[in-house]
């Protein structure tokens, strides 16, 4: 059975991978696009997080240092083991997008791989607010945070949500990741978290952003009760010019669709994992 999943706040390289992950990871992270290398990726990254046992591990990734427990949450284990897969095109695009002020705020920030990612590609003068609402999940967040030299980055921990108050968060117990204010899994009936939460236009506002020129919001489900009441009670000023959305199967209401359409969004891109919509 796997270790208690305790947050190790010990100095960063601690748990440094050893020679057999070494190997491990050297392989998982050079391989392919096709069907056969992922396939092949993945079975051994199974075997790997299994043999870790609950383990972090403290790697380089996407450029920068984070400490990493693969265990029961996917966004770690695939910044980890296969970060070349970790929703490539839309960090590509958002390069793409990079001002030398670039602001950014990064909703269901997890560990903080979207924030420290445009930090590190960004810049000094970017600002970059990353959001998490569950403890464990911030602590580690915080953690990695600190293990790299920017000052852009900030964490809040609250959920964002259609008002200010408290939510009930429903936790999956084999993916930490896909935790959300909407009950999506069964076996989340009995894992339930009290948070609490602010809409996004309290955050944007207290934070002194003056404009946001890209918002990913990965809620699981949720993304239409941060964005709807944002797009309906914000200024035009503040509203985003990139907002990179999980589509969650369906989760969330068409008509959130309909209000990035009705406010001048349209999808410019549609990933594995999220949509891209840019207003013109």
């Not at 990734?61 to 695939?78: D, F, Q, S, T, W």
């Not at 997890?110 to 590190?120: C, D, E, Q, R, S």
Request: charged content about 25%.
């Amino acid at each position: 059975m796997p270790r208690s999943q305790v947050n190790d706040s010990s100095a960063f390289g601690r748990h440094a991978p050893g020679a057999t992950l070494k190997s491990v990871l050297s392989w998982t992270r050079a391989a392919g696009h096709n069907w056969l290398a992922r396939r092949k990726a993945y079975v051994l990254r199974g075997l790997a997080v299994r043999a870790l046992r609950g383990a972090p591990v403290d790697v380089e990734a996407m450029g920068v240092n984070m400490r990493l427990y693969p265990h029961n949450n996917i966004c770690e284990k695939r910044i980890l083991f296969t970060p070349q897969y970790f929703d490539e095109d839309e960090r590509e695009l958002i390069v793409s997008r990079l001002t030398p002020d670039f602001t950014f705020i990064d909703i269901g920030a997890n560990v903080g791989g979207y924030a420290l990612f445009v930090a590190a590609n960004a810049g000094p003068r970017a600002r970059v607010l990353a959001v998490e609402p569950q403890p464990d999940i911030y602590e580690r967040l915080i953690y990695n945070i600190r293990q790299n030299p920017f000052a852009t980055v900030k964490a809040i921990d609250c959920a964002i949500a259609d008002e200010d108050g408290e939510i009930t968060l429903f936790l999956p117990a084999h993916n930490r990741g896909e935790t959300s204010m909407r009950l999506v899994h069964l076996e989340s009936v009995g894992a339930r978290l009290r948070v609490p939460a602010r809409t996004l236009l309290n955050v944007v506002e207290s934070e002194g952003f003056e404009r946001l020129d890209a918002v990913k919001i990965d809620v699981e489900g949720a993304e239409d009760l941060v964005l709807e009441p944002f797009l309906r009670d914000a200024p035009e000023s503040l509203w985003p010019k990139l907002v990179v959305i999980g589509h969650t199967h369906g989760r969330w209401s068409e008509s959130l669709v309909s209000a990035l359409a009705q406010s001048g969004y349209r999808e410019i891109l549609k990933a594995r994992t999220n949509s891209v919509y840019e207003r013109f």
